[in-house]
Structures are given as C-alpha cells and as structure tokens.
T-cell receptor, first 113, second 115 residues
Framework: DAKTTQPPSMDCAEGRAANLPCNHS???????VYWYRQIHSQGPQYIIH???NNETNEMASLIITEDRKSSTLILPHATLRDTAVYYC??????????????FGTGTRLTVIP | EAGVAQSPRYKIIEKRQSVAFWCNPI?????LYWYQQILGQGPKLLIQ????????DSQLPKDRFSAERLKGVDSTLKIQPAKLEDSAVYLC?????????????FGPGTRLTVT
C-alpha cells in the first residue's frame, strides 16, 4: 500500500535548486517523513527525515507543510552526482517491531549539465 | 566505519537451481533487513531480523525462500528452487535498532539473473 505519491521524473539544471515534492495525505501523527535516494547500481542512501518541523542537514532541506499532508525535499545546488531515484517514505519511529521502509517507485531526478 | 557488505555482487543461474546470498551488517547493528528490488520498482521487504530472531517475514515466499541469522550477526538468504521472476537485486540493510530514527544503512546489493 503506497502511502506517498511522487512525480515519476524531474529534470534540474546543474547548480540550481532541485525541489522534489511528495504527497502523504494519510500520514498518521506518529509517522515521520523520510527521504532516501538510490544512485544507479547502489543501495538506497538515507538523506533526511522529519516529523513536523523543517529540517536541514549537509545534504538537503526538508520542508513539511503545516498539515503534514505534503513535503518537499530541496537539494540547494544540484550536481551531476545527485542524479538518482528519490524515495519519499512515511514510517513510524520509536517502534522496535516490524518497521521496514515501504518504497514506492520514487522520482527519477536527472541533473542536466 | 565499514558499511554493509554483501556477496556475491552478481550471480547468474538457471531456473530450478539454488542460490545463496550473504550479508555482513555494520558492527553492532541489531536489526537486519533483506529487500528484493525488481527492475523499475522500489525495494520490497522480504524479512526483518532483530538479533537472531525474525520480526517480520510476511512478504517472504516461504515455499522457496529462506533466511537465517544464526549468531545475530551475518545473514544468508537462500532461494531453492529459483524461478525466472526471482531475477532482481537483493539488498541487505542494517540499523542499530528498528526503532531508531536514523533508520537503515544499505549494502550494494546482489544482482541475480535467472535464465
């Protein structure tokens, strides 16, 4: 059961900001929004996560709307190495039981020189 | 810190043969996951271990797939007998605890081709 909706593909010019949207209208109060990316022929890589406040780390920023029904991942200055499939995932944290990541099909971001 | 190790990286077998994949998680990580990723799709969980116990194997096709993590460290995933539709990348991931907010670290995967 997909809990998130993402556009299948996006392009971004190198050096510009990449803004990747995600809809998660059925998110529960105890579910976090996670973003992972998967570069070709590699395993997924954690990027960032948040509950309701905006978050920033060395890789990206995460903007979550006040109603938590959608979010945007921002790569401030995209490089060619950011070309990858980006997955938006909602997941309960703080639970030691069955707690896998449900990956949809993600957004394929292509950074163009 | 060493990452999650998997071997082999590639495997080609004929249908009805058997195959095994190996995973060594990050040292100290109690939780280990096996995912299957079919071309063009996102990874799908097959099984989750907490130490050497199974937490979730609801998506594991138990008639042909098996997995173990006997000493709570390394894990093996076996397919016997393989079918054409098992062609996929098999990803192993680990985390310190299932409840950790930092979530999972993935290995590079094993690409299986069944002919």
């Amino acid at each position: 059961d997909a809990k998130t909706t993402q556009p299948p593909s996006m392009d971004c010019a190198e050096g510009r900001a990449a803004n990747l949207p995600c809809n998660h209208s059925t998110i529960s109060g105890n579910e976090y929004v996670y973003w992972y990316r998967q570069i070709h022929s590699q395993g997924p890589q954690y990027i960032i996560h948040g509950l309701k406040n905006n978050e920033t780390n060395e890789m990206a920023s995460l903007i979550i709307t006040e109603d938590r029904k959608s979010s945007t991942l921002i790569l401030p200055h995209a490089t060619l190495r950011d070309t990858a499939v980006y997955y938006c995932i909602v997941r309960v944290a703080g639970f030691d039981g069955a707690n896998n990541l449900f990956f949809g099909t993600g957004t394929r971001l292509t950074v163009i020189p | 810190e060493a990452g999650v190790a998997q071997s082999p990286r590639y495997k080609i077998i004929e249908k009805r043969q058997s195959v095994a994949f190996w995973c060594n998680p990050i040292s100290g990580h109690a939780t280990l996951y096996w995912y299957q990723q079919i071309l063009g799709q996102g990874p799908k969980l097959l099984i989750q271990f907490q130490n050497n116990g199974v937490v979730d194997d609801s998506q594991l096709p138990k008639d042909r797939f098996s997995a173990e993590r006997l000493k709570g460290v390394d894990s093996t995933l076996k397919i016997q007998p393989a079918k054409l539709e098992d062609s996929a990348v098999y990803l192993c991931a680990s985390s310190p605890r299932a409840s950790g907010r930092r979530s999972q670290y993935f290995g590079p995967g094993t690409r299986l081709t069944v002919t």
